[in-house]
């Protein structure tokens, strides 16, 4: 196995949610969570909306401010709230990216795209002259499939899946090694959407990137992820390998989220019989006890609500925190 | 009379904007029977919401019906005045929007919104209505529907504001439910449940559903035909299984082609559709698709293919099937 490139430990991130002195209210995006990237590795982030998906990628760039957890890249400590340890994340925003959700809000519409994907350039002073800057550009938006003549036109003048790809080309421009993919697919037509992911697929080919892929679509990150982490409510409740994941999943809301995939097949649509879960995700605000998925769970019992289970690597390389693995399988 | 609920027959309808002339239809016929389910799946632009939309007199300006006649249920909308078609609007056939957030009037209560449509269409006086509200709340499967009647949307998840639309929606058990994107906002778990719901109203009232979707997987779970639509055309029509196994055109087969599988363990590539969506304002001559097409003929690019006919229900506008059908034919002479 190689290196790990990313090692995230007991990540918590908490917003102030209004109230005074200790009636201060907080949500609890992300709860307690733990995993490793390796190198060149894309790990699958999947879970509703609301489970603090995407504040874990954010919150990992610092876009947030951590409230709790350790987060070490490449050896290098970027934060350890408990010990006060914070880097200065200048150098580091040239080894980390990220891609945006959604193409037609992460541009700014009055500047050029060759600007949009320059602005990095610039920041990390990384051309000596226009002529450089200007040649990065360009090979930048070959590499995602845009060409030289798109570097003067204006965000509004792209389609939805070109857009995505000046996001991506714009991530790219600093030759990062780490980019958090925060569903870049979702806002994109069918159609497209195959396209931009084999795009990715060949950019990490290419250039060795490592991803952290977050998306709702499980059947889309489990095309693009070597290992699939399921979230809940703010806590990581499953993590294995991708294809071990979605044939043999531990965790009852792994389980409920595969079987409410629709499948495109109509005779196998009709064969499966479909989990659907009970009511809806609790507020973060204010989180059930003990194990957060108990109030959706049919397997729940008393110990549920009174005890957090554990985070236990079940199997080598399977993860899952439930009380009732043995029950529910 | 006609023995379908819903018969379109070459609809033409065109937006006319100040940039030109936007052909959001362009020969498009549909019919469907009672209690039927009809899948309109495409990507977006391509006209699926305009059909359902126009079927209920909603074409917002500067949109124009140029062709065509629609029939529902006796009667012929293109013909009716804004004041009968309010009569049958929420009535005879109802719509369910995508996004709950924003179709909901957010300084109105639940209850006065469903008792709103309730009042309108039957001669109910409001405490009836009100009971009425309340059993259509447990009907989509709210719990203590008191209490939410008596609740503003800004109160309720995402997927609490579906089941009130098709509450609303279902108020005068309409013949027709058109469901535009219903679940597209929300979560997988969630949209299950929307999804089991609305099949099991279907079985329980007996209407019909026009389901419009962009999502391949939700249309071969729920419906029984299929149209898949491309550029303001039905480039492909027919049941779920036509569509599924043996589809004709060039776009289904890489729509389906594209859909990454969950069961396959060894890392497939996905097999996307080049190019980019089509510019309705300068449509391509001939084919729509066939700039992106990966089987292009010459004459795709010059005249829009016939319709080809496989069976009774099942066809396709695709000149590679009007060639191979043509092909079979001088064999067999």
Redesign the interface.
Same mark, same amino acid.
């Given at each position: 196995m190689s290196e790990k490139l990313v090692q995230v430990e007991h990540l918590r991130q908490y917003f102030s949610a209004g109230g005074i002195g200790k009636y201060r209210k907080y949500v609890q995006a992300v709860d307690d969570v733990s995993f490793d990237i390796y190198k060149g590795e894309t790990l699958g982030l999947v879970g509703? @909306?609301g489970c603090g998906k995407t504040t874990t990628g954010r919150t990992l760039l610092r876009l947030y401010e951590p409230t709790g957890g350790r987060f070490v890249y490449d050896n290098d400590v970027i934060f350890d709230v408990e010990k006060k340890q914070y880097v200065k994340m200048l150098p580091y925003r040239k080894k980390m990216q990220i891609v945006f959700q959604d193409p037609y809000a992460s541009l700014d519409p009055r500047m050029t795209i060759g600007d949009i994907v320059g602005e990095a350039i610039d920041t990390h002073k990384m051309a000596a002259n226009q002529k450089e800057r200007y040649d990065i550009i360009i090979e930048m938006l070959q590499r995602v499939g845009l060409n030289s003549e798109h570097a003067n036109r204006y965000p509004h003048e792209f *389609?939805g899946?070109?857009r995505q790809r000046v996001g991506i080309a714009r991530a790219l421009a600093v030759r990062p090694e780490f980019i958090v993919c925060d569903e870049p697919i979702s806002a994109l037509?069918? *159609?497209?959407?195959?396209?931009v #992911?084999?795009m990715f697929?060949d950019l990490q080919a290419e250039m060795g990137l490592t991803y952290l892929f977050i998306a &709702?679509d499980? *059947?889309?990150v489990? &095309?693009i992820s070597n290992r699939i982490g399921v979230m809940y409510l703010g806590r990581m409740v499953e993590l294995a390998d991708s294809?071990e994941l #979605?044939?043999r999943p531990l965790h009852p809301y792994t389980k *409920?989220? #595969? @079987?409410?995939?629709? #499948?495109?097949?109509?005779?196998a649509?009709?064969e499966s019989s479909?989990i659907?879960?009970e009511g809806?995700?609790p507020s973060p605000l204010n989180p059930p006890s003990g194990c957060r998925f108990r109030t959706r769970c049919p397997y729940a019992d008393e110990r549920c609500a009174a005890e957090v289970p554990e985070w236990r690597e079940l199997e080598k390389g399977h993860f899952a925190a439930c009380h009732h693995i043995d029950k529910c399988n | 009379m006609s023995e379908y609920l819903v018969d379109i027959k070459n609809e033409r309808l065109s937006f006319f904007t100040p940039a030109g002339e936007v052909k959001a239809l362009n020969d498009v016929s549909i019919c469907l029977k009672e209690g039927e389910v009809l899948g309109i799946v495409g990507e977006s632009g391509s006209g699926k919401s305009v059909t359902a939309y126009s079927l209920m007199g909603l074409t917002a300006h500067p949109g124009k019906l140029i062709d065509g006649s629609l029939y529902f249920n006796g009667h012929q909308i293109e013909t009716m005045s804004d004041k009968e078609m309010r009569k049958i609007r929420g009535n005879e056939i109802s719509i369910i929007f995508q996004d709950p957030m924003t179709s909901l009037n957010p300084v109105y209560t639940i209850g006065n919104q469903i008792a709103e449509a309730i009042l309108l269409h039957t001669d109910k006086n409001k405490a009836q209505a009100k009971v009425r509200a309340k059993e259509l709340l447990e009907l989509v499967g709210i719990n203590e529907p008191e209490k939410r009647l008596k609740q503003y949307p800004h109160e309720l998840s995402g997927g609490m504001r579906q089941r009130v639309m098709i509450a609303i929606a279902l108020a005068c058990e309409p013949k027709l439910l058109i469901a535009d994107e219903p679940t597209t906002a929300l979560d997988v778990t969630i949209q299950a449940q929307i999804l089991e719901l609305m099949m099991e109203l279907k079985d329980k009232l007996g209407m019909a559903i026009i389901m419009i979707t962009h999502d391949l997987g939700v249309v071969a779970s729920m419906c029984e035909r299929i149209a898949v639509m491309y550029a303001g055309k039905i480039v492909e029509y027919g049941t779920a299984e036509d569509i599924f196994y043996e589809p004709k055109h060039q776009y289904t087969k890489g729509l389906i082609r594209s859909i990454p599988r969950l069961d396959t363990k060894e890392h497939e590539r996905l097999v996307p559709i080049e190019g980019t969506p089509v510019d309705m304002l300068n449509p391509p001559k001939g084919c729509p698709f066939a700039p992106r097409c990966d089987a292009c003929m010459k004459i795709c690019l010059r005249e829009m293919p016939p319709v080809t006919n496989f069976g009774e229900i099942h066809y396709t506008q695709c000149w590679l099937n009007q060639k191979e059908e043509m092909e079979k034919g001088a064999a067999n002479e």
């Open positions: 509703e @909306s *389609s899946g070109q037509d069918v *159609s497209i959407q195959a396209q #992911i084999n697929e &709702h499980l *059947s889309a489990k &095309h294809y #979605i044939t *409920s989220l #595969i @079987s409410a995939i629709p #499948i495109a097949d109509p005779k649509a009709k479909r659907v879960l809806d995700v | -």
